[in-house]
């Protein structure tokens, strides 16, 4: 039952921490969007610059400011540099999901060890039958509640992972939509400041979180 017991608590302290960054990461995703394109387009001032030093805690954030620092150079690097941020955020939103599935399986095969040894262990050749019929019995119960205590926390662990597997894969489409208006915006900044013969935007050296 312990064993059982410990491997639910790191499920559920896996669960927490990963859905918490998840939810944190989709509940500022569409504000992260708007502040990065409100400083592309330039309709922010010096301030909003620096405010976008602060985007550095959001995956969407990094991944604009991994697009941003290569726009001085040509947008296809931008895109490239974009895309492999992308992939990067995605892989530490789920780096440790699948864990979470691992110990779901563990927990259903610790359930079925407690199970076999519960009915093992009140086997007694030296014992009276009333004796036997006790231990039997005691057995049988700790073996039954051992395997539905490891049918319960698997049940919920699986619920939970699917959730996290839900949220991270809408979490992915919002990040290569908002890859996607990002170098929208770029390419809109570069062909306006060819019309107007406006030299290309500096590059942002020194950015840092």
Do not use: N
């Not at 669960?15 to 502040?35: T, W, Y």
């Not at 931008?78 to 530490?92: G, N, P």
């Not at 864990?99 to 060890?113: E, H, P, Y």
């Amino acid at each position: 039952m312990w064993p059982i017991l410990a491997t639910h608590a790191v499920m559920l302290a896996l669960v927490v921490e990963r859905g918490a960054r998840i939810a944190a990461a989709r509940r500022r995703h569409a504000a992260v969007e708007a502040d990065v394109l409100r400083w592309i387009r330039g309709t922010g001032d010096l301030g909003d610059t620096l405010a976008l030093r602060g985007l550095g805690r959001y995956p969407l954030g990094r991944v604009a400011r991994a697009g941003l620092l290569h726009a001085c150079c040509s947008l296809e690097q931008a895109k490239i540099a974009m895309d492999a941020a992308c992939t990067q955020e995605v892989a530490r939103l789920t780096r440790w999901t699948p864990l979470i599935r691992v110990l779901v399986s563990a927990t259903v095969l610790l359930g079925l060890l407690g199970t076999i040894l519960g009915l093992i262990g009140p086997h007694c050749p030296t014992a009276d039958a009333t004796s036997k019929a006790v231990a039997l019995a005691k057995g049988i119960s700790e073996s039954m509640s051992c395997t539905a205590f490891a049918l319960y926390a698997a049940l919920v662990g699986l619920v939970a992972y699917g959730t996290m597997h839900a949220h991270t894969d809408r979490l992915a489409a919002d990040l290569q939509a908002g890859t996607a208006s990002i170098m929208q915006a770029l390419r809109d900044v570069r062909r306006f400041m060819r019309l107007r013969d406006v030299r290309p935007m500096p590059p942002l050296r020194g950015y840092r979180d």
